[in-house]
């Protein structure tokens, strides 16, 4: 049997870190906020998990992949345990998530071109005496267009 394993089934916090590539000092802070139910423990005091943690730290991840932070996860898990099905709000999170999403795009679009704008114009930008960078400062001036324009 595995130095982690317990004899009822359940694992240790080192072997289900180790499993699902959690930091155990996540799992603890993850049983901290609610995110993860406190788990039983053996009579010397270890944490055992079961498949049930499995499955609600594997959910949390998945969570977090589409960008819903933990206190989301909090609420989502808590309409859950009330018996209340959390699909309406997680729409509405990923419906937000979606439209920063897009707003980010927008704006490394914006500085795409202007960084390609800036390098159309970087030959032709005049050294001036105690610049650091003739290009950072041409953008610090707030130049808009090619140099003499």
Same mark, same amino acid.
């Given at each position: 049997? %595995?130095? %982690?394993?317990?004899?009822?089934?359940?694992?240790?916090?080192?072997?289900?870190?180790?499993?699902?590539?959690? %930091?155990?000092?996540?799992?603890? *802070?993850?049983?901290?906020?609610?995110?993860?139910?406190?788990?039983?423990?053996?009579?010397?005091? *270890?944490?055992? *998990?079961?498949?049930?943690?499995?499955?609600?730290?594997?959910?949390?991840?998945?969570?977090?992949?589409?960008? /819903?932070?933990?206190?989301?996860? !909090?609420?989502?898990?808590?309409?859950?345990?009330?018996?209340?099905?959390?699909?309406? *709000?997680?729409?509405?999170?990923?419906?937000?998530?979606?439209?920063?999403?897009? $707003?980010? /795009?927008?704006?490394? $679009?914006?500085?795409?071109?202007?960084?390609?704008?800036?390098?159309?114009?970087?030959?032709?930008?005049?050294?001036?005496?105690?610049? /650091?960078?003739?290009?950072?400062?041409?953008?610090? !001036?707030?130049?808009?267009?090619?140099?003499?324009?």
């Amino acid at each position: 049997m %595995n130095g %982690n394993a317990c004899d009822d089934g359940g694992v240790r916090i080192g072997e289900l870190g180790d499993r699902l590539g959690v %930091n155990p000092k996540t799992i603890r *802070y993850y049983e901290s906020i609610g995110v993860l139910p406190q788990p039983e423990r053996t009579a010397s005091g *270890y944490r055992v *998990y079961d498949e049930s943690d499995v499955d609600r730290i594997t959910f949390v991840k998945a969570a977090q992949r589409l960008g /819903i932070t933990l206190d989301e996860v !909090r609420e989502i898990v808590a309409l859950r345990e009330r018996d209340q099905p959390p699909c309406r *709000y997680v729409r509405e999170i990923l419906a937000r998530e979606v439209a920063g999403i897009d $707003q980010r /795009i927008a704006e490394l $679009q914006r500085l795409r071109d202007e960084l390609v704008g800036l390098e159309a114009v970087a030959d032709r930008l005049p050294a001036s005496e105690g610049e /650091i960078c003739r290009l950072i400062d041409h953008v610090r !001036r707030g130049a808009a267009g090619p140099a003499g324009d």
